[in-house]
């Protein structure tokens, strides 16, 4: 069997988590022995503009550029996996998708002029079809490779169902919502990071994006109990997923 | 005559980038080194959060140096809200930069900008032929992932550095065992060291510079410090560093463009190795020494030399922290309790880029009213271009288009420009 042919593309973002793919220090090169990888931009510059089995896209829809690029990429693509926040929900750009882009470039730039064709910030999915979403700001390494690993044997990967808390409570944290009273979106957020913030003593903040039916109406009325202005908990929950799962909850 | 060029992909970099060059009848018409990276308003995703919850996205910016992001917009916060923290949070926030400028020097100088000078398209290409050279990279690059991960709870975007200190302070068996496998690589950087100063640094860039970085407050080498020095002598106040980067807004980029008084300037690490080699650590001082290269050098391409030299710079400064941490007593104490208050704060600290400001206005409640952060790549874009001007100026006679675009590309990936993302083109026209 010929070898997958790979791509790996950043929309606007951080470049976290293809920064998190070349951070697999162990595995890197079995990761690259394993596939074909064809396109790679940030890390290599023999790219080629072919068909790809499977296109790893990182980064949200900001720019007419964006959208383009992406359009192009999913039309080469057999699979195309959404990895990171920003893919999955329109990540932390997508915080301020409230707002008129005119009173963002003044406030930021100082110019209504929009230079740069920003648009209202969307996840991959509501812009091309997409098959499989990895979440996380960035993403954990041992998904991504799991990922991988899953894609190579013809399977899809395994994302948990489960909120962070049910990680939290396994090692044994103290629950920071009920006992200190601090902001934590755990009970709302996707696990699969093993409670690693809480685990620091730092609550939760959504990073990963809502948990399947994620009861926010539950998380709010406990943080308006615990005293937090609505505002707050608002711009909170808003964080990473303002784009897609949250806009009608909030 | 017209001639075009034009290469797809600017790869290697860490950003959305294009450079457009055009030459008319030998001279050059056109120059522009645009960021195309997608505007993502930070500063207004600031705006009505609590200072605690600040932080944590403006660290979002970038994933490379988002520790410098997240500590220098913690620090800019308590700036603002009057919180002093203590030596033990000083000392393992530091630790933390040093675990970013391993990480990301190690990354740019093996992955971003070798392959040039070795002739690779990248450095998993090099396997074959350099495999110890790849492999001390990655384990160079592993280890400081694992200083950021104790220090911040994950490698980016780690949340345990909070306002006031630290969510959980590293345990003991975590540092030892970092400081141990710091002094078993400690060679694998001096050889770093040696590796960058063997390469041939073509000098078509060399013109008088001014640099600036941020000025540490005692006598030895510091990413951390209360004012900002200027290669001419002067010395700015750390509230002053409008000064230095009063931004222009351009048409073509989504980077504000830093331009003092009009002049292009350099920051990163040729500047700081520029201005203060004499405060260096032992081991970093003698490899600079040997490397018979003269400091300070005009040569923006020396930049992946001083990277380098910092690199030994930060194994040697990591070692001393986590053993003066020991030397004090490591304690698990909790942040220092913060009282929200209005007030405006400001914070500037060296990141591996370069020179990166936050600054910012909170309310009575602690929230922010206004957001402003300066990032390195905006403060160099003009000097690219001016070094763009030179290398053109000097080369286009002698050079062919292949040769002129790599020349390009090789001063755009020596200061490491790091707009997020990958790069895209470089446009050259020839009339």
Known sequence: MS??????????????????????????????????LKSFVMAQSNNEETE?????????????????????????????????????????QAAANDREREDLLQIVYGTKENFYEARKVAALHEVVKVELQIPGCPIEKS??????????????????????????????????????????????????CDARCPSHGVACRGCRGPVEEANTASEYSILLEKGYAEEDIKRALRTFAYATELKEKL | MTRKIRVDHLSRVEGHGRIKVEIEDGKISELQFSIFEGPRFFEAV???????????????????????????????????????????????????YHGMFIE???????????????????AIAMVSDHGPVVERALQMKKLANDIQEVCSGRPIHGENPVVGGFGQVPSAD??????????EYL?????????????????????????????????????????????????????DYRQVCEEKVLPYTSAKQSLPGGQPFMVGALARVNLFASTLTPRAARALEQSGISIPSDNSLHNNLAQAVETLYSFERAIDIIEDLFRRGLKQEPPVEVRPKAGVGIAGTEVPRGTLYHEYELDDEGRVVKANVVTPTAQNQANIEKDFRNCVTRMHEEADDVQLTKYLEMIARAYDPCISCAAHYVELVRR
């Open chain 1, 3 to 36: 070898k997958p042919k790979v791509g790996i593309f950043g929309l606007t973002g951080c470049a976290g988590c293809q920064l998190a793919i070349i951070n697999c220090e162990d595995e890197l090169l079995d990761i690259v022995g394993a596939v074909d």
């Open chain 2, 104 to 122: 990301s020097h190690v990354l740019h100088l093996y992955f971003l900008a070798l392959p040039d000078y070795l002739g690779y398209p990248s």
């Open chain 2, 174 to 183: 975590q540092l030892r065992t970092l400081h141990d496998r710091l002094q």
């Open chain 2, 187 to 239: 060679p694998a950087a001096e050889e770093t060291v040696s590796l960058f100063a063997g390469l041939d640094y073509p000098s078509f860039t060399k013109a008088p510079t001014v640099f600036y970085a941020v000025k540490p407050d005692g006598d030895l080498f510091s990413y951390f410090g209360s004012s900002i020095a200027c290669s001419d002598g002067r010395v700015i106040a750390m509230k």
């Open chain 1, 52 to 92: 790809f089995d499977v296109a790893f896209v990182e980064g949200s829809v900001v720019t007419r550029e964006d959208e383009h690029y992406l359009k192009e990429i999913r039309s080469k693509s057999g699979i195309l996996v959404a990895i990171g926040s920003c893919a999955c929900f329109g990540g932390i």
């Open chain 2, 46 to 96: 600031a705006l009505g959060r609590k200072y605690d919850q600040v932080h944590s996205v403006m660290a979002r910016i970038c994933a490379i140096c988002s520790a410098g992001h997240k500590i220098t917009s913690i620090m800019a916060l308590e700036d603002a809200l009057g919180v002093e923290v203590t030596e033990q949070t000083k000392l393992l926030r530091e630790l933390y």
């Open chain 1, 143 to 192: 998904e991504i490779i799991s990922g991988i690993a899953s894609l190579l044997r013809g399977d899809t990967p395994l994302i948990p169902t489960y909120p962070v808390c049910l990680e939290c409570k396994y090692k044994e944290n103290l629950c920071l919502l009920k006992e200190r009273g601090d902001m934590c979106l755990g009970p709302v957020t996707r696990a699969g």
